[in-house]
């Protein structure tokens, strides 16, 4: 299991974005390649730190790790020293100056992976419970077909650029680190395209319609993210493909407030059912059920129906279903329907003002 994030960059889990940014300056500052040539560790640490400021920086991705942690978290990290600069490239020249080293520098016209997408889908209540296999459609970014990603038209070659050596880059050295800047003549892609592919216009991406299916599993919960991975954006020139995060929204349900892995809902009864007991259906997720309501229940009291609420994501038993009792009154009484009423009144010592005709009297304990 990774360690936790806060704690590798040594922070509170309370920590605002300009306190994690200070943390992780810090820490690249100090680990940094350029700083610490040929050190395994500290490399190590370099990667671990930007795989935690990755998490942190972006308020939904910290959201859902302060919530589920590592598990289902789809948080890859970084393998590769030269993904962090290119992945943090606009964090490195804040910190730095320019790109993040010199033996990092690089033209975009290198292989190097694809963005990570978002997409975010709804499903019912039911569907929750159920899990439901989802056919999803979006646009994402792909090589283009004609020039395989290189922009230059077929039959032509895109030069290196003589400036940059096809880094992409001008680099000087100062101090501990080496400082570098986007190349004036390439404009930071390390090639010059003198024939420019007629079907991109030299950009070497172009729009591409993709659909999936995915499995989505039962328990989710608004904000529960799903990763597919090699999903996202298309690599460029060879690079590998970046994941698609699926977030999931669960529709409002008028009937039922989800606490957990339990439901909550309001069931109704005649005063007569609490009084005397009775066996009821009510409304489940799934479909009705048949309930028993006890003799002399209480308003307010809790009729609970097991193994009927949410199931857990992570395996195991369902939550359960509760079910907050409520008491309906007639609003009218048959003539005999009142005088049995009073009656029974009368055997258990309560006055009633008979002021209500044939609608339903109000009763009060005789006062002493």
Not at 23 to 38: C, L
Not at 100 to 120: K, M, W
Not at 127 to 146: H, K, L, Q, S, Y
Not at 275 to 298: F, I, N, S
């Amino acid at each position: 299991m990774p360690r936790d994030y806060y704690e590798i960059l040594g922070v509170s889990r309370t920590a605002d974005a300009d306190t994690i940014k200070k943390a992780y300056r810090k820490m690249a500052m100090q680990f940094h390649p350029d700083k610490n040539p040929g050190n395994k560790e500290a490399e190590e640490m370099f990667k671990e730190a930007a795989a935690a400021y990755e998490v942190l920086s972006d308020p939904q991705k910290k959201a859902h790790y302060d919530r589920f942690g590592h598990a289902q978290g789809g948080f890859h990290g970084f393998t590769d020293v030269e993904d962090i600069f290119s992945h943090f490239s606009d964090i490195f020249g804040d910190f730095f100056g320019g790109a993040g080293s010199s033996s990092s520098g690089r033209g975009r016209h290198q292989a190097r992976r694809g963005a990570d997408l978002r997409y975010v889908t709804e499903v019912s209540l039911k569907e929750v419970i159920e899990g439901v296999d989802r056919e999803i459609e979006f646009d994402t970014d792909e090589n283009c077909p004609a020039c395989n990603g290189s922009g230059a038209e077929k039959g032509s070659q895109p030069l290196t650029c003589p400036s940059c050596g096809g880094r992409g880059q001008v680099v000087r050295a100062q101090g501990f680190f080496s400082m570098a800047t986007t190349c004036p003549q390439c404009r930071g892609e390390g090639v010059i395209i003198q024939s420019p592919c007629s079907t991109c216009r030299g950009r070497g991406r172009h729009k591409q319609a993709r659909k999936i299916r995915l499995t989505i599993p039962p328990g989710v919960d608004t904000g529960t993210r799903l990763r597919v991975a090699g999903e996202g954006e298309g690599g460029y020139r060879g690079g590998p493909a970046g994941d698609l995060y699926v977030e999931v929204a669960v529709k409002n349900d008028n009937r039922f407030v989800r606490e957990g892995d339990h439901l909550y809902g309001e069931l109704k009864l005649d005063y007569l059912q609490l009084l005397l007991g009775a066996d009821v259906e009510v409304e489940t997720v799934a479909g009705k059920k048949g309930v028993t309501v006890p003799r002399g229940l209480q308003v307010g009291e809790r009729i609970k129906l097991g193994g009927e609420g949410i199931p857990s994501l992570r395996g195991g038993r369902r939550g359960d279903l509760y079910y907050s009792v409520d008491v309906e009154f007639p609003k009218q009484l048959s003539k005999e329907e009142e005088q049995l009423l009073q009656q029974i009144a009368e055997k258990r010592g309560i006055s009633t003002d008979g002021s209500g005709g044939s609608s339903f009297p109000f009763w009060h304990r005789k006062k002493t």
